[in-house]
């Protein structure tokens, strides 16, 4: 029994994957491998180094992630980024670097809430890149981690179709840039921002197809709108579940009084927390515009609706006495006065017309169409 | 009166057996035993010890309660299971570990809402363990009281149809395993993590269940979802009531400093409050998607229902005016033009046809069907 | 003008006798008695005493209240209870215990919030019992007053008629109790533990409520239901109204620090407490059922609403074309084709027939019915 | 452009008086006196002062305010009262008793939220009187202000239509009163008592229409109740929007360590404070009841409504058939079978009423009527 | 591709200027300047410089950023107003004033969230001056930064369409004002009352537009009615996020125990923390008023349609009886009773107008009209 498949398979028709909690990969349940089975392991994995300081820089893709392990002792700020997960190769750099057990564990398991640790000598951080898939309308997520040391940053990403950290690199080879002059914990600020940055383009495209949803309601003329809105209220699902954690996340940057944090870097970090703060409140204020239009837009159907079935409700009413006036001429009695009369057909039309009119002037007045 | 029968009768009805409060066995109330009967005394208890240092382990099923006494001196650490509660034999194992009679008190009591006491010498949690029952579509739930010493952890369970340790005895035996080279908390930690992670697994079908309702909605063929949304937003009333006392729970051990939680196990706990602190999220998400996924069910079986009456309005309302016609010409006046011109019957059958012809190509220009 | 006359009808209309404020009977306001008159004073008063250490018991029951003084110096511990309110009564007894006057109001007045004052040398609580009236189907609530000093506890109820105390005093007989071992701090845990255990007691019933109407809306066979529905969140909300300031009035006993408290006995109250929180807990469960089984109940009777006039808009609507054709050929034209045809009738008829039949199958084919 | 005039005219037409925010008389704005006019001034100002100790008081009205200063020294406690507000008076007594000119402003200007300030040697505190306009059955307001120093007391009031503090008056009156026996401290808290007392007489008001709106509700038969529910709740806003900062404010009295608030006299705050908590519940309470009762009056009116359009439809719809029939037997086709049969006419009768009784009886059985 | 003109349109849309989070321009990803393009730079930049004491005062408009570098050392107050962003100018003065880069980019960048920050020997301040745009019935807003020092205040807003700042140049020139005899702590503060102050007058605005509304919705004469409704409850969402930073913001400078506060100005900035949580306070009372005027509005349309719709039926209904008694006598059997009678056919008519008269007699028994 394979119960990993089973969350995604649902949550592709949801689209929501980034909303299914944990399920770890344990050391206690590999006894059992069965109930909950392993991470799918990445097909390849590429590894690449940056090892800087202000006055000279190494830029690598290594074949191996054992051959970044010498650059621990280089002396320099080491970044090493490893796209793709695979159990040994974690498990390898962790050990070389220290890491707790546990740790490993949460790099390895899927859909982790997002979390920050300080330990001595490290602070370990875990989030969610976000992308807006245009083709399925729906917010995609990629798991980030980063583990930052006295002079090292070290990242792992589920894979690496939309590297998010490319301006980085582009920066870091301008020996007079800011993050040159600093330490690994300006590195990880500068990653940590361009992920909270990205967290506002996708908001930005899903305040597109708000104002697409909302054009629609205004103009009333789309019977599917609801579910787009009430697919739009289970993305707006997914960036709170995803935006809140990180607020904690940097608040437990901000709090901390390690030595790995400069006085300078706390305020870029502060930064970054503002962002989030504001992202958040974005993603509550977009739900209110879209509850307001959910009511908004099913007081429109129901209004066309009952406007197209009042005046059905109309016009088989007015007809209705004429129908009356017509049955009562067309009974056959012997004595049916004015039925001999030559001009009687035509003071029944006459009536028949009338009553309607007479009819439509008191509905008027009384403003009902 | 058997008061405690009721709520039993009654939850099963509303599929609810989590939910009904505490209903205790007091010794204040004992003088009147008609008004509170005690618990249903289990039909037949069985226990098992592990007592276990790294070096060593032995592992015994006991015949009764009595026989476990002896390991509270081994030196090594034990581990006493017994399933099924019967009042007797809980005081016997709990007046040899000198455990206070109000917990005893809560061993013993049902549907105890989850919570966690430290006295001086040992830690005493209750929590509930869940199961999804699938032919009645609810959650199941069984009551699990843990008590952990200095160098004992002992369990108390409802009874022992399916057991959630299993996966811990296996562990137990591998003389390799980090749980050998630890202590009773690490023990404790155990069990809990792998209650918590329990709840994930029943969060799981309740998932296939919301999914599959969701595909009913979507497609709109099922006039009985609204009574399968409200029942799953009672299966989440009852995880959410199980899941945010064990938040607290876990918080209970996090801001204890007893000795018996060795720092390097502190870590783990607070891994398995991660694990809780996801779960509630969870439940809040799932509750969030019922409402939504509500509101879009009332308003499709609103939509199609008015889509059926529009369409019988405006068949009836089209036919109307050719009703009238007919009945002009089916009066018996003498004099009534046309009547006697070849082509009257003709030039009357074409107008009953032409004005509903007209009447559909203004409701379309309205946009009214 | 008698103000308090009011309150008291229109909850008694309401069932709402626990819902409205203190109308206090102040001193300030006293000079001007028109305006909020006295509490009804209680016809006849009873009083009882019980005096009793580990080893002796005195029981009596006394003519007045004066006669209770002597037992302030008995030297064992006393529990005085007085059935009834009368401001002279209660005036003499609390300035015999050297009560403050603003407790002495609070007891007097009615419709109190559950409140809890600790003064050098006494606490003071005052809450309501609960009872669930069956005839009214309401819950009706008495006000109870609880001082406890260093060997006595004070108890005041307003009438006795159904006593919660009587398990307490059987209790009080036998010598080897533990209520008998401690001292006042015990005697006063017991008697909130029994009106807290009596608030199961009562949720139970609504319990009870809740099911039958469940039952119904389940059956949809009541239009009446919503009334139901509408009186069961009032019952909440007066349970909540008396729960929440309880569980404020355990808290003020367990921080507190007074010497009045033993500790061994602070274990005791923390067990009402957590008692009380769970009650709190299950009424919040319990108005979220309630307010999703009014969910349920409005569809329902929507539901089984649109099903009539689907059917009634149905068979008008079959109907109407053969209307048409019987207009159509009832028309006095000369020359109406097929009408001296021998077949012509038994065409028309079929075309009458073949329409609706048409219809049908097209309607099932859309799913319409 | 006079901006003040038309907050007044919305909400007289609102009934929302003390919902609108503060427009201040700010110093820095009067060179521009156009955009925010000064308050109205009242016309005439009444000003009354007592001055008394335990053995002597001596009661006045006085000409002007400035006969008021000599009580300063006089070694007793005063109490001035000054009703209509009145700039330059105002600002006189303040400057004369060393009150901030932001408290002045306070004083002066409309529709402040009720507060509280502690400065060395005084307490500030503002609130509104409220009543109950029956004709308008709606909740009006009066801004009072009091300034509480060592021997001191002043309290200003926007006129004096119905004065709240008429039984403190009398009270005064009387030697042995306790208010004789106290400084200003407890003159301040009865003043406070009897503002927050009247808070209850508002309240009562309201719950009389919150009766007599239910009984319309339950009786169903008043089409204008959801305008008197929307009414209820606005002028519940108001309450809430009074009460909720008063609460603030008498914390600020119970938190604060001035040497003006005498220990014995903390108590009587403190029973202020529990009665303002009281009437927030309550407002919280009533809110709750008047929300299901909206729901409860919606439902009923819709169920009425779909009764009559049940019976309208099954009517119209039992006579269709008959209609048809009656048009197949006026159709003028030669051969129409059982046309000249003799009871022809009655077997087609008897078709047209037996159909509608037949469907009546299917109806009933389905539950439909 | 240039993202940061969606926003704007969109918002436009929307009329919901205020909404939309920062887009910042930063350094980092001005590498890949294509991405986030910095803000479209002012066309003219307005600088003009207050430098004043309590003797002496200048004032100035300036050609350029760079003239006002002199006043630095001028040892007066100076205040230096800068209309109109433009980066050089604005990196140069806050260069010259040693201002941190991060708050120049919070300075360039839109839609800011209003922030404050304390660094050593300054404050700096973020927020919106809100405007209410009588055209669109939207809330515009315009950004507003300023860094007060030890004796200057400098302030940027985006341009100078509406000065909100012109009554305190007016109060300047005054020598004997207060503004004069403090220094630039009171002026900072001067300009934070006076953007507050101006919330309230937007508040009015949508006050009247509320009022308006309202009438609209008692009277029920306007189908667009839920349009508006929707746009208040956006507008208020704009609001609502603008004013809930400013209340953090001068709770910072409440909480700062800088020197560069005054003492006797912090009770000024106390003053401007509560006007910021009245309103806070108001439009949270507006927000139900608007709920519950929806609700009003909803419940009116569905009452008025539902009244049609009942008459409409009842029409028809009525009319249907004399449609089958016509039938029946149209019919062409030999043999019906009373065909060849005298008054067969005003019996039939008769009977034809008894019916609907009976029926309208118990209709209106029942109170259905």
Not at 250 to 276: A, C, P, Q, W
Not at 289 to 298: A, E, F, Y
Not at 330 to 345: E, K, R, T, V, W
Request: glycine content about 4%; charged content about 25%.
């Amino acid at each position: 029994m394979n119960l990993k498949l089973r969350p995604e398979k649902y949550f592709r028709y949801l689209h929501l994957p980034g909303l299914f909690g944990a399920r770890r990969t344990k050391e206690i349940l590999s006894v059992n491998p069965t109930i909950i089975p392993l991470r799918e392991e990445a097909h390849e994995v590429a590894v690449f180094v940056f090892d800087y300081d202000a006055n000279s820089i190494e830029e690598k893709n290594l074949p191996g992630v054992e051959d970044c392990f010498a650059y621990k002792t280089s002396g320099h700020t080491t970044w090493i980024n490893i796209d793709g997960l695979r159990k040994p190769d974690v498990e390898a750099v962790c050990n070389h670097y220290a890491v707790h057990p546990l740790i490993v564990e949460d790099i390895l398991s899927v859909n982790q809430r997002p979390k920050m640790e300080e330990s001595d000598g490290s602070f370990f951080c875990l989030l969610n890149m976000l992308y807006y898939d245009q083709d399925k309308q729906a917010v995609n997520h990629e798991q980030i981690s980063i583990i930052m040391g006295k002079d090292y940053v070290i990242s792992f990403q589920e894979d690496a179709i939309q590297d998010v950290f490319n301006p980085l690199r582009d920066r870091l080879k301008i020996a007079t840039s800011k993050i040159r002059q600093h330490g690994s914990d300006y590195l990880c600020y500068t990653m940590l921002d361009l992920i909270v940055d990205n967290y506002f383009v996708v908001m930005e495209k899903l305040g597109e197809q708000i104002e697409e949803v909302e054009e629609e309601v205004v103009r009333g003329n789309n019977p599917r709108s609801l579910v787009r809105i009430t697919q739009l209220r289970k993305e707006l699902i997914v960036l709170k579940r995803n935006f809140s954690p990180v607020r904690e996340l940097m608040n437990g940057f901000l709090r901390s009084d390690s030595e790995l944090l400069d006085d300078r870097t706390i305020k870029y970090f502060k930064d970054v927390y503002d962002h989030i703060v504001q992202a958040i409140d974005l993603v509550e204020n977009y739900r209110d515009i879209i509850v307001s239009m959910q009511d908004l837009h099913i007081n429109n159907v129901n209004l066309k609706m009952n406007e197209v079935m009042k005046v059905m409700a109309i016009v088989t009413c007015l007809l209705a006495p004429a129908t009356v006036i017509g049955g009562v001429f067309g009974m056959n009695f012997d004595a049916i006065p004015y039925l001999h009369n030559q001009y009687g057909f035509w003071a029944a039309v006459t009536i028949m017309l009338a009553i309607p009119v007479w009819m439509i002037l008191m509905f008027r007045k009384r403003g009902w169409f």
